[in-house]
């Protein structure tokens, strides 16, 4: 059987999977599927679980999206934080938790630098009336 070496890359980590017959991801236009062989292509995956198959199991993978890239029989998977796990109930909850709380982190962070640039810009406007 065919196969190909699929790299996870994060911030903090680095996986290369050897072995892999099949991978199973999400973009905005649905899912989809890649081979051994496939051609070169480039995907946004969407937040939520891919899972990929290798001549043992099907493994899951958890991410707050990410970029696909898939040349010369390797899949590239770069992003911010990645989960694997085997069993679906685990790596679900995992999703749940860990993933949804750094989503939430992200978005008070923004919230925060919209403030932050309201006030410099409610400040930049005081200082042009008084000159």
């Given at each position: 059987m065919k196969t190909f070496?699929?790299?996870?890359?994060?911030?903090?980590?680095?996986?290369k999977v050897e072995g892999v017959t099949s991978f199973v991801g999400q973009d905005d236009s649905g899912s989809f599927g890649i081979w051994a062989g496939h051609g070169r292509m480039m995907s946004v995956?969407?937040?939520g679980l891919s899972r990929f198959k290798t001549e043992d199991a099907w493994t899951y993978l958890a991410l707050p999206g990410g970029i696909l890239y898939f040349v010369d029989n390797a899949l590239?998977?770069?992003t911010r934080r990645y989960f694997l796990?085997?069993?679906?109930q685990r790596i679900s909850g995992?999703?749940?938790?860990?993933?949804?709380?750094?989503e939430d982190s992200l978005r008070t962070l923004k919230e925060n630098i919209y403030r932050l640039e309201q006030e410099m810009l409610r400040r930049l406007w005081q200082i042009e009336r008084r000159v």
């Open positions: 070496e699929l790299h996870l890359q994060s911030a903090a980590k680095y996986e995956l969407v937040y590239y998977i770069t796990d085997d069993s679906y995992t999703l749940l938790d860990e993933l949804l709380a750094e």
